[in-house]
């Protein structure tokens, strides 16, 4: 089991930026994938971004390509999402999450992740 603990939300200007992290325990942190997900009110939660055990690969959610980056330290157990040119829609809570064992790539599949941190609010005015 892994145990993740998110921190850097609060409330940004539009076109302003933020940079979230997640703080891994438990399980060995350089063997699995790290996502982001979020959910805004009254919507389902959606993929993010996600990154593979070794930062080889990242996928990213076509509403935030270009503007999002999600990047690792597996020395520091810690995963982030720095999140630039946010937008009003952009609010949600963001929550990071852990693949399930036998994953190591940059899934996307929200069942694919076995463990998920408290979720930080990202608001974003306009």
């Known amino acids: 089991q892994v145990r993740l603990v998110e921190s850097g939300g609060g409330l940004v200007q539009t076109g302003g930026s933020l940079r979230l992290s997640c703080a891994a325990s438990g399980r060995t942190f350089s063997s699995y994938a790290m996502g982001w997900f979020r959910q805004a009110p009254g919507k389902e939660r959606e993929f993010v971004a996600a990154?593979?055990?070794?930062?080889?690969?990242?996928s990213y959610a076509d509403s935030v390509k270009g503007r999002f980056t999600i990047s690792r330290d597996n020395a520091k157990n810690t995963v982030y999402l720095q999140m630039n040119s946010l937008k009003p829609e952009d609010t949600a809570v963001y929550y990071c999450?852990?693949?399930?064992?036998?994953?190591?790539?940059?899934?996307?599949?929200?069942?694919?992740?076995?463990?998920w941190g408290q979720g930080t609010q990202v608001t974003v005015s306009s």
């Open positions: 999450a852990a693949a399930r064992p036998a994953y190591t790539g940059p899934i996307r599949k929200s069942a694919d992740f076995g463990s």
């Open positions: 990154i593979s055990w070794d930062s080889s690969s990242t």
